[in-house]
C-alpha cells in the first residue's frame, strides 16, 4: 500500500478515536478531512472533504490549483516546504559521529537521492511569501489561513 494510503487512514483513525473530546473541545473546528495530492486540486472530491492539500512546487501550479478550488468551492491548505528548502549536498552530510566517547564513521555514504533538507536564502523565502501573498490577494477566502497555521505547528 502506498504512503499516502497509510497517511489518510492513520488520520481517519486518529480523527474517529479522538471525535468524542473533540466535538466539546474548543478546537472543534479545527478538525477536518481533507485530500492530499501533491501536484494539484481534483474538483471530485470537492463534496466529500473540508479541504485540499498541495505542494507548492511552482507558481503557475499554485495559481491553477487556486483557481480549480475556487470553481469547486474548496478550501486550499499549501505546503510550502519543496520551495524553501531544498537537498543539502552529499558531500556535506555528516559521516561521522560520536559514541562511547569515541569518534566513529558511518558504514554506508549517503545516497544521492536523500531527505536531508536545508532552507535556501533568505531571499527566496522572501520572493516565495511575497508570490503567495499575492495570489491569497487574488484568491481570497481559498487558502484557509487557520488550517495552515495549524498545520505549520503540528
Given at each position: ?88 549536498p552529499?558531500?556535506?552530510v ?43 490577494r487574488?484568491?481570497?477566502g481559498?487558502?484557509d ?10
Amino acid at each position: 500500500m502506498s504512503l499516502k494510503f497509510w497517511i489518510i487512514v492513520r488520520r481517519l483513525c486518529f480523527s474517529a478515536l479522538l471525535s468524542p473530546a473533540l466535538i466539546l473541545s474548543p478546537f472543534y473546528h479545527a478538525v477536518g478531512i481533507g485530500f492530499y495530492n501533491p501536484t494539484g486540486v481534483d474538483p471530485e472530491f470537492a463534496e466529500k472533504v473540508d479541504f485540499s492539500m498541495l505542494e507548492v512546487i511552482n507558481e503557475a501550479q499554485v495559481l491553477d490549483a487556486l483557481a480549480e478550488a475556487k470553481r469547486a468551492n474548496l478550501q486550499l491548505t499549501l505546503n510550502i516546504g519543496p520551495v524553501i528548502t531544498e537537498s543539502l549536498p552529499v558531500d556535506q552530510v555528516n559521516i561521522s559521529y560520536v559514541a562511547d566517547d569515541e569518534k566513529r564513521t558511518k558504514r554506508f555514504l549517503p545516497r544521492p537521492k536523500h531527505k536531508l533538507k536545508r532552507f535556501v536564502s533568505d531571499d527566496k523565502i522572501a520572493r516565495v511569501v511575497e508570490r503567495l501573498a499575492l495570489a491569497m490577494r487574488a484568491y481570497p477566502g481559498v487558502i484557509d489561513p487557520a488550517r495552515d497555521q495549524l498545520l505549520t505547528h503540528a
